[in-house]
């Protein structure tokens, strides 16, 4: 058939703090360029509230005139200088009774996740008074283009890639897709995976929640902790996020929970006092919550996931007022703010950063914003993450430092086909990725399973002699002429040793490479060490780890 590159299942998928941006260092007085305002984040979910605070377009001026999108057609949908594009899909025709056939969002998720990422700056923000203070997006001058993939029943894979599509088209700079299916894919028939390998070959980041050529977060605990009176209730986890209930309740930790209950059990008449409702700072955040995914990476066990963490707990955002805020249909509170976690949480987070990184560096690819993500990440504790790397990634993400990495690990769409052939694909699969008449070269060598990557992993049998070598290649663009010497950390049992161990550049652009070896063997089902190339300005860290196979 004329058009089609390939056919597969249309499976289902589901939708994966006012304080949360200063929590990780970001204050609303920051450094911007009159570049934020003509960035467009697509963003694809289950549609937006155009009513709400966060999106009035007071003081922006009309589109960026390389917009080449649309918000025509729609009953009882505006679109503004803010929001300047929204469309929705529904490849089957078939519409649940409560479903808008609107880009307008009855769910809230897509409005959040929009308002997290750009949402304008909003005083006196909350939910019942919990979260209280300026809410505000990553972006604020950012534009907004919405397209609404998810309905009440899930979002399916024929509308992702024709949102995709149509985003590419459009003239977006970066897509957010808080969305995934409950098991992994097949690059071939992953609609995120293929949209975004295309968007990427456009060169348009996508920020999401798996895959190799898109970025990847995971959910990171913020501080604040809130409470309510009323029913008591136990979370299940030890690190339980805020919930809302439709009833009066006081929704306590795993810990203070068992307290309670041990309590209830040693005397006949237990008493109790009912105090006003408080905020409270976790002390030991950040660390990553027990909802998020953990890697190793199912597709590719070379290839580190996820790339980092941002926050995704108890996080105040924009919300539909016609969806109930507790998840609960008999709950008829009607709110502009709801506070939600949720990996669907942290990915607007990267989402803003990456498009206040491209606010710097218009020309940047995609890969060497992730890199920049990557590389400038907060590194985190392995003591309170049993999981280390494939719980936190590189770390939390840090948007100061981020626009100015020193160096980025770049990698284009033809080192990503060469990697591909070496997965088990062969020229029939590749071309259901790619769309074109790309091949699987009987040239592809080993060294195509080696991606530029700003991250090393490794995976062997525990106790077997490793003897592995890893090469990559560095672009400048830090100062121009400058000298960057390897600084590695290694755990007892490991030799790593990086060739060469000085790289000297003369102009900015420049690339040059180095070879990482990795000797000796493991004891631990995980173990970590980094690199850090220093020229006493920039400090550029990859993670290494090293992995008994699962």
């Excluded at 009774?97 to 998720?109: A, N």
């Excluded at 990184?357 to 985190?380: C, D, E, G, Q, V």
Aim: proline content about 7%; charged content about 15%.
């Amino acid at each position: 058939m004329d058009g089609v590159v390939s056919v597969f299942p249309n499976k289902q998928n589901e939708l994966h703090t006012t304080r949360s941006w200063d929590f990780i260092g970001f204050p609303k007085q920051v450094d911007r360029t009159t570049i934020e305002s003509h960035i467009i984040i697509g963003v694809l979910d289950s549609g937006i509230w155009p009513e709400a605070d966060s999106f009035r377009d007071k003081g922006f001026g009309p589109p960026p005139r390389k917009w080449k999108g649309t918000c025509k057609g729609l009953t009882n949908f505006t679109c503004n200088n803010k929001i300047i594009g929204a469309k929705y899909y529904r490849s089957n025709g078939i519409f649940e009774e409560e479903d808008i056939k609107s880009p307008r969002d009855s769910d809230g998720r897509g409005t959040r996740v929009a308002s997290t990422a750009a949402g304008k700056i909003v005083s006196m923000a909350s939910l019942e008074g919990f979260g209280l203070g300026t809410a505000r997006g990553g972006v604020p001058s950012a534009r907004i283009a919405m397209y609404k993939v998810c309905w009440l029943n899930g979002c399916f894979d024929a509308d992702i890639l024709a949102a995709f599509d149509d985003a590419i088209a459009d003239g977006v700079d970066i897509i957010s897709i808080s969305i995934g299916g409950r098991y992994p894919k097949n690059y071939f028939t992953d609609p995120i995976a293929i949209g975004a390998f295309h968007a990427m070959r456009n060169g348009i980041l996508t920020s999401a929640s798996a895959g190799n050529w898109v970025l990847i977060q995971q959910a990171s605990q913020t501080s604040p902790h809130a409470g309510a009176v009323g029913a008591v209730m136990q979370g299940r986890d030890p690190n339980s996020q805020t919930m809302a209930f439709p009833l009066p309740a006081s929704y306590l930790s795993f810990e203070n929970g068992g307290k309670i209950r041990t309590y209830l059990n040693s005397t006949r008449s237990p008493t109790a006092t009912i105090l006003r409702s408080n905020e409270s700072k976790d002390t030991l955040a950040p660390y990553i919550a027990p909802f998020s995914s953990r890697g190793p990476n199912p597709a590719a066990h070379n290839i580190l996931k996820p790339d980092l963490a941002a926050p995704g707990v108890n996080i105040l955002a924009a919300w539909s007022p016609i969806s109930p805020i507790s998840d609960v249909d008999v709950d008829k509170r009607s709110r502009s703010y709801n506070i939600i976690s949720g990996t669907s949480m942290s990915c607007p987070h990267a989402t803003a950063v990456a498009a206040y990184i491209k606010s710097f560096h218009p020309t940047w690819s995609p890969t060497s914003i992730r890199s920049a993500l990557m590389t400038t990440a907060n590194p985190m504790s392995a003591e309170k993450n049993p999981d280390a790397e494939f719980a936190y990634g590189a770390g939390n993400i840090n948007p100061l430092k981020a626009p100015n990495p020193g160096l980025v690990y770049d990698i284009d769409a033809l080192d990503y086909i060469k990697f591909l052939c070496t997965q088990g694909y062969n020229t029939k699969l590749l071309q259901y990725v790619t769309g074109d008449k790309s091949s699987c070269s009987k040239e592809t060598d080993e060294k195509s399973l080696d991606l530029n990557y700003p991250s090393f992993a490794l995976s062997t049998p525990p106790s077997n002699s490793i003897s592995h070598v890893f090469n990559r290649t560095v672009t400048n663009v830090g100062s121009s002429t400058s000298m960057y010497k390897a600084i590695v950390t290694s755990p007892h049992g490991l030799s790593i040793k990086v060739n060469p161990s000085v790289l000297s550049f003369t102009s900015l652009k420049q690339k040059l490479s180095f070879a990482l070896t990795i000797e000796g063997t493991i004891q631990k089902q995980i173990v970590s060490a980094s690199l850090i190339w220093d020229d006493g300005t920039f400090q550029v860290r990859s993670p290494i780890v090293v992995y008994g196979a699962f």
